[in-house]
């Protein structure tokens, strides 16, 4: 087969010409900087557009910018990331970065190869999903380029964090499954042992919210946290230790969606019935949470706004990054459905 | 803060000092190039692992590598697609590349963008996994970078391409549901009109699978196909479209698990019990297919070995850009669950 013939490739002076603007305001609009009027980004969009113009990462590379945006993705499975990435990728559409993804970070070595690479690789800029890494990784991340850290609490002087208030999350579905009448509720969490970790993962903030909520609600004794990680294993392993005290909890709080679906799976295997015997309650909200069959109570913590807020977050930092750090923390809203109910009796 | 002081960088030089072999070895263990023994893989692996060294992207980009393969991946939120990450990723483990996702690609338009991307920032490979694209533009991408093409049929002289029988697996699934004593047995497909695609897309493949086998089984005058997407969305609005005729299947065989989830919450929200009122019947067999209270009834085509068998082409490909084309095609084998049963009386 012969290649197709190459065109002679369209650059910045005829977009320019095309939309009668100057190759600096070209420029402007596609660095998204400050400057360009509306109708300045409107006239080069559609000469663009027009001309099917799209720029050089190589020759971009040269003077310092690929146009390329790094997304390290904890887990591909945890339906809870999509959502997150929907808000990235919607809030860049206008821009020229692409958007590529670092997969199978499921450790602090993981991310250490995946980060590096995509500093290696000249990207402008990083969004870094939960991260487990340890703090001096990610001020060495955000040290080479801008970088927006989401879900994880905590603040460093040299990135931006978006997080949920997970401390409120777990208080909100103790509050519900206590106003239920349920008192052995129980909690399966993302095992933690790294005193920075402790302090600022989200797991672990949920675990400490839960056992706050716990003790507010008068249920201090009936405290029960079990430790295996946020996957559907995880949920499956947790929720069979569980079942098999000799008094099983009446409802289970999974740290999140993923997990509960490994223990509703657990609870079907042992032949009991949700809600009827075990209330169960996840966190995230996911597309899975709300399928009709399983119907799962969990937590809403808007994964569609905390990509749109990290996008947002690494495109002004780009823009300068001498900027002051910025924490922005979403609120989550309980979300009831089937799988939460009184105790029985 | 201080950024840390930069270490000197580990070099190629040093690999092989340190491995007591020659610069040219240690330049073929990189490129998993012919001629470098078991022993010399090792050697070198050793020596890369104690110096921490690694290959630096931008240098390596002026000689033509970036050790970069893009994987263009069309739907982060179809189960499936982890599967075949995995494939992909275990088997580069062992090589110095580095996956990145593209995603978001739901259509041609944004599959163009996608690989004009990672062409554009030097990916020495690209593994396109069901892509939507013309064959030209298919062809377009394999002649400027080698290219694995996964779930399309169909050949080609400058791509390889690792598919599943999709028409033995919709074969499977019919045979199965008629077995059961089913004759009103519905598919729910992904819209198709391009011919080309109608040709080569494997859910067109799985739409001609089912009417072939309908016949086959003296069921043609049940033919009854509803085209909508393969999403969850889709499932749903095809299932409240089957369950509005007047005379609803018994059977509803869908295109893809993630269809499957739409269809049960469809099935739920019309008060109908699944298998009692409607069998299920999916494609993909994912881990969400696999989950206690779903225990869907499906297909595995063995995602994880297209993942490995993908990666294996690609390395081989990239070794030797002029062998003739390979065209991979697996078995599919049918997982019954409890989604299925005998229709009602």
Request: glycine share 10%; with cysteine; hydrophobic share 35%.
């Given at each position: 087969m012969e290649p197709p013939a190459p065109r002679r490739r369209v650059t910045i002076v005829d977009v320019a010409r095309h939309a009668q603007v100057s190759t600096t305001a070209v420029s402007k609009v596609l660095r998204n900087a400050y400057g360009a009027s509306p109708e300045m980004h409107a006239k080069v969009r559609r000469a663009i557009d027009e001309l099917?113009?799209?720029?050089?990462?190589?020759?971009?590379?040269?003077?310092?910018?690929?146009?390329?945006?790094?997304?390290?993705?904890?887990?591909?499975?945890?339906?809870?990331?999509?959502?997150?990435?929907?808000?990235?990728?919607a809030t860049l559409e206008g821009t020229?970065?692409?958007?590529?993804?670092?997969?199978?970070?499921?450790?602090?070595?993981?991310?250490?190869?995946?980060?590096?690479?995509?500093?290696?690789?000249?990207?402008?800029?990083i969004i870094m999903i939960a991260p487990v890494s340890s703090r001096a990784h990610l001020e060495h991340v955000a040290s080479s380029v801008p970088t927006v850290v989401v879900g994880r609490h905590g603040s460093s002087p040299v990135y931006d964090t978006v997080a949920d208030d997970d401390i409120e999350g777990?208080?909100?579905?103790?509050?519900?499954?206590?106003?239920?009448?349920?008192?052995?509720?129980?909690?399966?969490?993302?095992?933690?042992?790294?005193?920075?970790?402790?302090?600022?993962?989200?797991?672990?903030?949920?675990?400490?919210?839960?056992?706050?909520a716990m003790r507010a609600h008068g249920l201090a004794e009936w405290i029960d946290v079990?430790?295996?990680?946020?996957?559907?294993e995880g949920g499956y392993q947790g929720a069979k230790e569980l079942l098999d005290r000799p008094h099983p909890p009446t409802a289970v709080f999974a740290g999140a969606d993923v997990v509960a679906m490994g223990v509703l799976e657990a609870v079907a295997e042992a032949g009991l019935s949700v809600p009827g015997d075990v209330s169960v309650a996840g966190y995230d909200n996911t597309t899975f949470a709300a399928l009709g069959p399983i119907?799962?109570?969990?937590?809403?913590?808007?994964?569609?706004?905390?990509?749109?807020?990290?996008?947002?977050?690494?495109?002004?930092?780009m823009a300068d990054r001498q900027r002051p750090p910025?924490?922005?923390?979403?609120?989550?809203?309980?979300?009831?459905?089937?799988?939460?109910a009184p105790p029985p009796e």
């Open positions: 099917g113009y799209r720029p050089h990462a190589g020759a971009r590379g040269l003077r310092g910018q690929t146009y390329t945006i790094g997304v390290m993705l904890p887990d591909i499975r945890n339906p809870f990331f999509p959502e997150i990435l929907d808000g990235i990728t020229e970065y692409q958007v590529f993804l670092g997969p199978g970070c499921n450790g602090e070595k993981a991310e250490a190869r995946v980060t590096e690479a995509m500093i290696d690789r000249g990207m402008d800029g777990a208080s909100l579905v103790v509050g519900h499954l206590a106003g239920l009448g349920h008192r052995r509720i129980a909690h399966i969490e993302h095992r933690e042992t790294d005193p920075t970790r402790l302090a600022e993962m989200p797991n672990a903030r949920r675990a400490d919210g839960y056992r706050q079990v430790s295996t990680s946020y996957t559907q119907s799962l109570t969990s937590v809403d913590q808007a994964g569609y706004e905390i990509g749109r807020n990290a996008a947002r977050l690494l495109l002004d930092r910025v924490r922005i923390k979403l609120s989550p809203a309980l979300v009831p459905r089937r799988t939460t």
